[in-house]
């Protein structure tokens, strides 16, 4: 089954996975092949994406692409189901402490029409509903609520608000006045704290004011509240506490597996499996205890084939730091055809790699965790970490990319780029990638080119 | 040794054989782009190639660049634009530290190092409306040629003030100003002014003096002047600027030495 690593497109990939289950493929119950998420979802997408070819790989998009049939099925069995929208990382934490919970993320939904290459007309009938294309492809989640057959409709639904993206507001309060209530939970925006004020350490390096943590405390507090009146049990500390646990170990394996990827020499895993792999750390893809087994899969392989000095791009490609996640997932594959791989990302929800603090009451640590958020603290904060990662991954060009409408900072590309650009000199671009590329490709192809040859002329001679 | 450079822009293909022996250009040619972009690439060259006197087998490498440059396959290998440019503009000004280059179908800015290394770059390729794209409009629609637009421009005495937002709509605002009256020339150098407010929207940042404008569309007197007000500092015309990508490629192919296929 160790074959070198290469990638394979949809029809390579029918090949070996047959020759895999010939060989004594064992796989969970939502193994089989990849073709059948085209045949009977319609991810068209992936008849035009290549894969890594490992078996860890097939599991990680067979756990990525299953999630819906897996929230049907936790209904069927009684499980009550949580959306927790516009918090990327911390309420999930706390509904998968509870058994019988589950948490999905319904801003997942914008990446349907980009899987299905818009064959689903979500964005279509978001449209239809008031919300056009000038808003961000979450959009796509109105209609997916309404018309049911995506993700059953949540138990409870809980949505932050505040320091937020105001198209997110605008398209979740949309979806409450369509019938669907809300607990809504406010964050405020995170600053630095004054002189005098008691100042609160939180991961990744930054710090607000007691009186932020508090409040937020105070909000989660009262999620927590209605957690527990969902599952029939009170949500106490000794939940969380072994919810933090069980999450960080998420965490740290995500981690384990950034710097497996990220620092080797060249690339051990391509860079579509790793931005699947990351997106695993803001709801578990509602499954927290497989999350573990499937990125304890996919580090073994990247720790073998780093073993066996076999990698999938080889050491000549330019060390790309990729800065958002894409809405065409096309655009990971385009970066390594052209030259470049992966050295570093931060695809919007960098806290939710941090490990929270475990040393801590269980929703002090969360509240801290939830106001570290990239999202409701300052651009100038965010670009600061990525210039530390740049720097310690040895990054030679930055990408930023910008999903047509999606706008929680209009201006928050080009800061980082100014900052990146600042701070450690390499070249920097910013990048708009739709749902669907494909009429762009020549030219996204033609700046990721330059990117490439740009950063590799700038190596030492 | 003779390379050549071949940039299959989005408006016109350009030629240029270098001699790299004697360091200088021995011949270069324009086309119009067509659907046939090898062909047409492929009869330009050839008709350089006998205007120069020389056979196929003196040329030893050849590279394409330019938004057309994969589908000319007689090249040894293809080299973007922004890398092109940046070298074709640093050989004929080797002072250079920044580059405007308006092309067909998008603009870019590169930012340049001491010795022509390509520091930084920005492109707008989303948007017709800081592109040759609005002058082949205008031009159109006024039924004239370039060269007679620029003349008109040179002529304004009070430039209009178009959207640099979309040319769907600056088209229309054009009908309206023509309809109330306004002069022609005005209305070209208002065309021109937003391109240009455009174009240093992307260029601010990374422009550092010197500033070279390249491209076809440098080839209008009243681009560089509508540049040089937005961007409040000179900005010079590259010697010959409709080849400096060509140019450029001829110079990474000296450097590549890359074996021409099907030659």
Redo the contacts between chains.
């Keep these: 089954m160790n074959s070198p690593p290469r990638k394979l497109d949809l029809d390579q990939w029918d090949g070996r996975y047959e020759q895999l289950r010939r060989d004594g493929l064992r796989e969970p119950a939502y193994g089989g092949p990849l073709r059948r998420h085209v045949v009977r979802e319609k991810d068209f997408r992936l008849q035009q994406l290549r894969f890594d070819n490992s078996p860890a790989a097939l599991r990680l998009w067979n756990f990525l692409l299953t999630e819906n049939q897996r929230l049907h099925q936790a209904r069927a069995e009684g499980d009550k189901i949580v959306g927790t929208m516009k918090d990327l990382g911390t309420v999930p934490v706390m509904a998968y402490a509870l058994p019988g919970l589950r948490a999905f993320y319904p801003d997942g939904a914008w990446w349907t029409p980009c899987l299905m290459e818009c064959g689903d007309k979500l964005l279509q009938k978001a449209e239809m509903m008031g919300i056009d294309a000038s808003f961000c492809p979450v959009r796509a989640m109105l209609p997916a609520f309404q018309e049911g057959g995506h993700f059953p409709r949540p138990d409870l639904l809980v949505c932050s608000a505040g320091a937020i993206c105001d198209d997110f507001s605008a398209i979740a309060q949309r979806l409450e006045h369509l019938g669907h209530p809300i607990l809504w939970w406010e964050t405020p925006r995170r600053r630095q704290p004054a002189s005098g004020e008691r100042a609160c350490a939180l991961p990744g390096h930054l710090a607000a004011p007691q009186v932020q943590v508090d409040c937020v405390r105070a909000e989660l507090q009262r999620i927590a509240r209605a957690l527990g009146e969902l599952a029939g049990q009170t949500l106490d500390d000794s939940f969380l506490a072994a919810g933090i646990c069980a999450a960080n170990q998420v965490r740290q394996r995500l981690d384990s597996l950034r710097r497996a990827v990220y620092c080797a020499p060249a690339a051990p895993l391509p860079a579509l499996e790793m931005l699947v792999a990351e997106m695993l750390a803001i709801h578990f893809c509602s499954d927290r205890q497989e999350t573990i087994a499937v990125l304890d899969a996919l580090l073994a392989e990247v720790q073998s084939r780093a073993h066996r000095s076999q990698f999938i791009i080889g050491p000549d490609a330019a060390r790309i730091f990729w800065v958002n996640p894409v809405a065409d997932l096309r655009a990971m594959n385009l970066l390594e055809d052209l030259g470049g791989r992966l050295c570093g990302s931060d695809f919007m929800f960098s806290h939710a790699l941090d490990l929270i603090p475990e040393n801590l009451p269980p929703l002090d640590a969360l509240a801290r965790a939830a106001l570290a958020d990239p999202m409701v603290g300052p651009t100038e904060d965010r670009a600061a970490r990525i210039v530390r990662e740049c720097r310690s991954n040895r990054a030679e060009a930055l990408v930023v990319s910008r999903i047509p409408g999606a706008s929680h900072c209009a201006r928050e590309g ?1 800061i980082i ?2 900052i990146v ?1 600042r701070e450690i ?1 390499i ?4 990048l ?1 990638i739709p749902p669907v590329c494909d009429a ?1 490709s ?2 996204l192809g ?2 990721l ?2 990117l490439v ?2 950063a590799q ?2 190596r030492p001679k | 040794m003779i390379c050549a450079g071949i940039d299959a822009g989005s408006r016109s293909i350009k030629v240029v054989l270098f001699d790299t022996a004697r360091a200088q250009i021995i011949a270069s040619g324009l086309a119009d782009q067509g659907v046939e972009q090898e062909r047409l690439a492929a009869e330009l060259f050839e008709s350089l190639l006998q205007q120069a006197g020389l056979d196929r087998s003196r040329i030893s490498s050849v590279v394409a660049t330019g ?1 057309g440059r994969n589908a000319i396959r007689f090249a040894g290998t293809t ?5 092109c440019h940046a070298r074709g503009v640093h050989w004929l000004a080797p002072d250079a530290r920044s580059i405007i280059e308006i092309g067909g179908q ?1 603009s870019k800015i590169i930012s340049l190092e001491e010795g022509g ?7 707008n ?2 948007c017709a409306a800081g592109t040759g794209r609005f002058l082949e409009m205008v031009a159109a629609r006024l039924d004239m040629t370039w060269e007679k637009l620029a003349q008109l421009g040179r002529q304004s005495q009070a430039p209009a003030l178009i959207s640099n937002v979309c040319v769907v709509f600056a088209e229309t605002e054009i009908i309206g100003l023509l309809a109330d009256g306004k002069p022609l020339p005005d209305v070209v150098a208002g065309v021109q002014n937003a391109i240009a407010t455009r174009v240093a929207a992307l260029a601010s ?1 990374l422009a550092s003096p010197p500033v070279y404008f390249t491209g076809g569309v440098a080839l209008l007197p009243g681009m560089a002047r509508a540049l040089e007000e937005v961007l409040a500092c000179p900005v010079r015309v590259a010697p010959r600027p409709q080849f400096t990508g060509a140019l450029g490629a001829a110079l990474c192919a000296r450097a590549a030495n890359p074996s021409p296929a099907g030659l």
Excluded: W
């Excluded at chain 1, 070249?427 to 910013?430: G, N, Q, S, T």
């Design positions: 080009e780029l100014q650009r000199g070249p920097a671009i910013e708009e762009l020549p030219s033609s700046r080119r330059a040859e740009t002329a700038r | 938004y080299i973007t634009e922004i890398t998008d290394r390509v520091r930084d770059f920005a492109m390729d989303r940042r």
